[in-house]
């Protein structure tokens, strides 16, 4: 069951506890009451994340179909589900509710089966509105963000994660605020998108890019990495290159980066452009046997087999134990490239 709150209005104290129960029955405990409409209507105006009234038709003071009038003229309840319970109904009452806009009518005494089918088609057609009405919200949103209406963009998002938490949209929150300037605003939409997508690139890619308008250039480094890894994993060769780029931009001597830029070029047939990234990796770190390791496949894929072997040699010697680079200097001995 979805969780949102009910309001349980009726005068009838045994009656209001059945319905209460019944709720608690399905999971529902998110539960206010109220022994009149009067009373109802305070809690709705105090109360205003109430996403479901179920009220019985006949009360004091105010009647169920009252209230029901009431909360439709309301621009604020006037979509809220509003179901009116009652022992007997004439067709002129069903039609009288229908006019005034109740979601459904409850039948006492009703069984959890016709309860739970009466919650379930009101939940179904929550989602179905709140689908459509987040909808139209993210496409004003798309429109003035296009346009740089910042303010009006932001509005709109947040309009829609009123229905639906979205990675997609706390991504363009955050975008925004970076726009605007408030750094660590964007940082927390930014995180939020990666909470909902934990392999979501462009959101880690923001977060970078934030943290370095803040001068925190570890975390900024750390984020574009994450970002250019999703980038390589998705095969989007082209955005990991701009994005390990950036990095360089930040630490020009990143040993992690140059490999990960020579990967991706050996990977396109860029062997040269491939080399000149692991040699920089090696002049950073000469003492890393993976980095000779890849600098031997390179001299392989260009012909070069004579430096090749010397790659590999160098590899085994500082480590003797890399069983890929054995493989391979054997391989070349043997002449099979």
């Known amino acids: 069951m979805e969780d949102i709150t009910y309001l349980i209005v009726d005068s009838e104290g045994e009656s209001k ?38 009220s019985a038709w006949d009360m ?43 979601t459904g009518i409850i039948i006492k005494p009703f069984t959890m089966e016709n309860f739970k089918n009466k919650i379930d088609s009101m939940q179904q057609l ?13 496409e004003k949103a798309k429109l003035f963000l296009d ?5 009006k963009a932001l509005s709109e998002f ?8 979205n990675a997609e949209v706390y991504y363009n929150v955050g975008y925004i605020k970076t726009s605007q300037g408030n750094y660590e605003e964007a940082l927390i939409a930014f995180r939020k998108a990666t909470q909902i997508n934990n392999a979501f690139a462009k959101a880690y890619r923001g977060m970078g890019e934030a943290y370095k308008k803040l001068g925190r250039t570890t975390e900024a480094e750390e984020n574009l990495q994450k970002a250019a890894e999703i980038y390589m994993n998705k095969q989007m060769d082209e955005n990991a290159e701009q994005v390990l780029n950036e990095i360089l931009k930040i630490n020009p001597n990143t040993v992690n980066v140059f490999n990960s830029l020579g990967i991706l070029y050996r990977k396109q047939g860029r062997c040269k452009d491939a080399l000149m990234q692991y040699q920089r990796a090696q002049k950073v770190d000469p003492n890393e046997e993976k980095i000779l390791y890849n600098i031997g496949r390179c001299y392989v894929e260009m012909k070069d087999l004579k430096k090749a072997k010397e790659a590999f040699s160098q590899a085994l010697e500082l480590n003797p134990d890399f069983e890929e680079a054995k493989q391979i200097l054997k391989a070349l001995e043997i002449g099979i490239f």
């Open 126 to 138: 929550r989602q179905e509105f709140a689908n459509l009405e987040s909808q139209k919200h993210l």
């Open 60 to 102: 004091p003071n105010m009647s169920g179909i009252a209230l029901l009038r009431i909360v439709r003229a309301s621009d604020l309840f006037s979509e809220l589900p509003f179901f009116l319970v009652t022992e007997e109904i004439t067709r002129g009452q069903v039609i009288e509710a229908g006019e005034a806009g109740t």
């Open 17 to 54: 506890q059945n319905l209460v129960n019944a709720l608690s029955y399905l999971k529902c405990n998110r539960v206010f009451t109220a022994n009149h409409g009067n009373e109802a209507w305070s809690i709705l105006n105090m109360r205003k994340k109430v996403g479901c009234v179920i």
């Open 147 to 151: 346009s740089e209406d910042w303010d």
């Open 158 to 165: 947040k309009k829609v994660l009123d229905y639906t938490e």
